[in-house]
């Protein structure tokens, strides 16, 4: 049935057009301690991550210090790089989804359904892309963004009163939105296309076949796999450091002392007994696998943020919240093209406008590009191993658009009931002088502590399960989808050490990077980690769209494309291109 060419006018077969890659040998050991793991990538990854561990362990000064200056060189030559290459990754999701040779296409074999419930789906995209990040800025990002923002800083509106609510959703959206879900998208769009389409291993350089082919057998193909692991260790170790600091925040509000030092920041005991807790329980459940721990903390988790999001709804700033809900994405779709594209540049004058808006944006745009970047193996690769089964636009609608209404109601009314508590219900500061990571405590127990101190404590004990959940998930989802990447893809069972080992790796890294500068230390490391990958993720855009154009044209002539079609037409004289 497959091995129907084109006709050409003279009734000869034509032949230019070959079924695709469907074959990408990469060696893994046979036997001993790393049997069925790809010992470079592995053994590469580990030594970088050990060493970066040491580092800042055993000589915190100078790691904070060289570190630092790589982030302010970064900071100021690719502050552009970052932020374009984020629009052109929205630019071609929405592109494949609407485009109707590609938005048909079943990220599976012809006839596979999805493999998880919708509810499953989201909560698990929800619970490992992003949800932790919701406990935290949900409330302290709109508050910050009310005190300074690009208008603020030229004069446009006044930072802390009425006539900056706008401004601050514009900008809480736009970091939250479109943009951090292209991120996932491209990543997971890629891999869930060449694997199981393809038949590809379910790694990081095979959504580069199209580009590169078999070359990616070797030390190339090595070289991405290792630079996608260390940008998916820096970058939960940033999820995980904002969560540790919240989760101290968390267990002091519930009554457990002696985690905070004099300025009410996680001291070292914090510090160790958080990561102790949470990494533990990672592990854990990350030795059960996906199906099992995993989808059943991302489904407790759903459930409790909905019954915290809807106490914040019901209970809260009620009509404020829907107001900049429905306000805010409207002022952030059309401000999107501007706010995408724009770079700012200094003129060098340290307090001049110019200066001050280059400062914000590598503070805000560019850091949360770079964190969602660093994120993207491990959300790609996670969100491509959940989404089998399902069509690229079905995919892309669901991983970029669902998430980020999800966020936008999270920013809208818990964010938005802290700044109409300070603006109108006598907060007096309590919700906007609180840590970052403690201001979702504050709130609640303003709100609930003069009706009854039990209720404030219930919240907060409710907002610290779902916090740990939260962490995780998103922890032994990392564990799982690094050892996927080092065993050649191969998403079966993985040995207890290896599982033990990242879980351990993981922690360490957190806990180094916050000795050797606290969260700012691990914000820098990310950074740096993220500018190397995002090259890797332009070229897995090319790569996507030159295979769904090449698919197309195989359709038209006959050809055919899928692993499971191929596999029978090789055999009648089909021979893949690479």
């Not at 030594?47 to 900071?75: A, Y």
């Given at each position: 049935m497959y091995c129907r060419h084109?006709?050409?006018?003279?009734?000869?077969?034509?032949?230019?057009?070959?079924?695709p890659l469907t074959e990408l040998p990469i060696k893994t050991a046979d036997v001993g301690f790393y049997r069925g793991f790809s010992v470079n990538v592995t053994v590469i990854s580990k030594i970088i991550i050990s060493i970066l561990v040491v580092w800042c362990i055993f000589w915190p000064t100078q790691s904070g210090k060289v570190l630092g200056g790589l982030n302010s060189v970064i900071l100021s030559n690719f502050a552009a790089w970052y932020i374009w290459v984020v629009a052109f990754f929205i630019i071609v999701c929405f592109g494949l989804a609407l485009w109707p040779a590609a938005g048909k296409l079943n990220l599976g074999q012809p006839g596979e359904g999805p493999e998880f419930s919708n509810f499953s789906w989201f909560s698990m995209m929800f619970g490992a892309g992003i949800g932790v990040g919701m406990l935290t800025w949900a409330v302290a990002e709109p508050v910050a963004h009310f005190g300074s923002n690009p208008e603020t800083i030229q004069g446009i509106t006044t930072g802390g009163a009425a006539d900056n609510v706008r401004m601050a959703y514009k900008w809480s959206f736009l970091h939250w939105g479109l943009g951090a879900w292209a991120c996932y998208a491209v990543a997971g769009l890629s891999l869930a296309f060449f694997s199981y389409r393809r038949g590809l291993p379910l790694t990081i350089r095979s959504a580069m076949t199209p580009l590169f082919g078999k070359s990616l057998s070797g030390v190339l193909g090595h070289i991405i796999d290792i630079v996608a692991v260390v940008a998916t260790i820096l970058g939960v170790a940033q999820t995980l450091g904002f969560g540790v600091d919240q989760f101290v925040a968390g267990l002091t509000r519930i009554g457990i002392g002696g985690l905070v030092d004099a300025e009410n920041n996680a001291n070292m005991t914090g510090i160790i007994v958080a990561l102790v807790v949470?990494?533990?329980?990672?592990?854990?459940?990350?030795?059960?696998?996906?199906?099992?721990?995993?989808?059943?903390?991302s489904n407790i988790n759903m459930v409790l943020s909905i019954v915290l999001l809807g106490f914040f709804i019901i209970f809260g700033a009620t009509f404020f919240g829907a107001t900049a809900f429905v306000v805010g994405i409207w002022d952030y779709l059309i401000a999107l093209p501007q706010m995408s594209f724009n770079v700012w540049s200094s003129d060098g004058v340290e307090g001049s406008e110019s200066f001050l808006l280059t400062q914000w944006q590598g503070?805000?745009?560019?850091?949360?590009?770079?964190?969602?970047?660093?994120?993207?193996?491990?959300?790609?690769?996670?969100?491509?191993?959940?989404?089998?089964?399902?069509t690229i636009r079905e995919f892309v609608l669901g991983a970029m658009i669902v998430p980020s209404i999800m966020c936008f109601v999270w920013f809208a009314w818990a964010g938005g009931t802290a700044i109409d508590l300070e603006l109108n219900g006598g907060a007096n500061g309590v919700i906007f002088d609180a840590g970052n990571g403690d201001k979702i405590f504050a709130m609640t127990e303003f709100m609930l502590a003069p009706i009854a101190q039990a209720l404030a404590w219930g919240m907060a004990m409710l907002i610290v399960i779902l916090l740990m959940t939260f962490l995780v998930t998103s922890a032994d989802s990392a564990v799982l989808i690094v050892n996927t990447i080092n065993a050649a893809g191969d998403e079966g069972p993985k040995a207890r050490p290896h599982i033990l080992f990242w879980g351990a790796a993981l922690g360490l890294v957190v806990a180094g990077l916050l000795i050797s500068g606290g969260t700012s230390a691990i914000?820098?490391?990310?950074?740096?980690?993220?500018?190397?990958?995002?090259?890797?993720?332009?070229?897995?855009?090319?790569?996507?769209?030159?295979?769904?154009?090449?698919?197309?044209?195989?359709?038209?002539a006959g050809v055919p494309s899928v692993h499971s079609e191929i596999e029978g037409a090789t055999g009648n004289g089909l021979s893949p291109a690479e």
């Amino acid at each position: 049935m497959y091995c129907r060419h084109r006709i050409d006018i003279q009734g000869e077969r034509n032949t230019a057009i070959k079924p695709p890659l469907t074959e990408l040998p990469i060696k893994t050991a046979d036997v001993g301690f790393y049997r069925g793991f790809s010992v470079n990538v592995t053994v590469i990854s580990k030594i970088i991550i050990s060493i970066l561990v040491v580092w800042c362990i055993f000589w915190p000064t100078q790691s904070g210090k060289v570190l630092g200056g790589l982030n302010s060189v970064i900071l100021s030559n690719f502050a552009a790089w970052y932020i374009w290459v984020v629009a052109f990754f929205i630019i071609v999701c929405f592109g494949l989804a609407l485009w109707p040779a590609a938005g048909k296409l079943n990220l599976g074999q012809p006839g596979e359904g999805p493999e998880f419930s919708n509810f499953s789906w989201f909560s698990m995209m929800f619970g490992a892309g992003i949800g932790v990040g919701m406990l935290t800025w949900a409330v302290a990002e709109p508050v910050a963004h009310f005190g300074s923002n690009p208008e603020t800083i030229q004069g446009i509106t006044t930072g802390g009163a009425a006539d900056n609510v706008r401004m601050a959703y514009k900008w809480s959206f736009l970091h939250w939105g479109l943009g951090a879900w292209a991120c996932y998208a491209v990543a997971g769009l890629s891999l869930a296309f060449f694997s199981y389409r393809r038949g590809l291993p379910l790694t990081i350089r095979s959504a580069m076949t199209p580009l590169f082919g078999k070359s990616l057998s070797g030390v190339l193909g090595h070289i991405i796999d290792i630079v996608a692991v260390v940008a998916t260790i820096l970058g939960v170790a940033q999820t995980l450091g904002f969560g540790v600091d919240q989760f101290v925040a968390g267990l002091t509000r519930i009554g457990i002392g002696g985690l905070v030092d004099a300025e009410n920041n996680a001291n070292m005991t914090g510090i160790i007994v958080a990561l102790v807790v949470i990494m533990g329980a990672s592990t854990i459940s990350a030795l059960s696998g996906v199906g099992k721990g995993i989808k059943w903390l991302s489904n407790i988790n759903m459930v409790l943020s909905i019954v915290l999001l809807g106490f914040f709804i019901i209970f809260g700033a009620t009509f404020f919240g829907a107001t900049a809900f429905v306000v805010g994405i409207w002022d952030y779709l059309i401000a999107l093209p501007q706010m995408s594209f724009n770079v700012w540049s200094s003129d060098g004058v340290e307090g001049s406008e110019s200066f001050l808006l280059t400062q914000w944006q590598g503070w805000w745009p560019v850091f949360y590009w770079a964190w969602w970047i660093a994120f993207a193996p491990f959300v790609g690769l996670f969100l491509a191993r959940i989404s089998r089964g399902r069509t690229i636009r079905e995919f892309v609608l669901g991983a970029m658009i669902v998430p980020s209404i999800m966020c936008f109601v999270w920013f809208a009314w818990a964010g938005g009931t802290a700044i109409d508590l300070e603006l109108n219900g006598g907060a007096n500061g309590v919700i906007f002088d609180a840590g970052n990571g403690d201001k979702i405590f504050a709130m609640t127990e303003f709100m609930l502590a003069p009706i009854a101190q039990a209720l404030a404590w219930g919240m907060a004990m409710l907002i610290v399960i779902l916090l740990m959940t939260f962490l995780v998930t998103s922890a032994d989802s990392a564990v799982l989808i690094v050892n996927t990447i080092n065993a050649a893809g191969d998403e079966g069972p993985k040995a207890r050490p290896h599982i033990l080992f990242w879980g351990a790796a993981l922690g360490l890294v957190v806990a180094g990077l916050l000795i050797s500068g606290g969260t700012s230390a691990i914000q820098t490391a990310m950074v740096i980690g993220a500018l190397p990958f995002s090259v890797v993720m332009v070229l897995m855009c090319i790569s996507l769209i030159k295979a769904v154009f090449n698919d197309s044209r195989r359709e038209a002539a006959g050809v055919p494309s899928v692993h499971s079609e191929i596999e029978g037409a090789t055999g009648n004289g089909l021979s893949p291109a690479e």
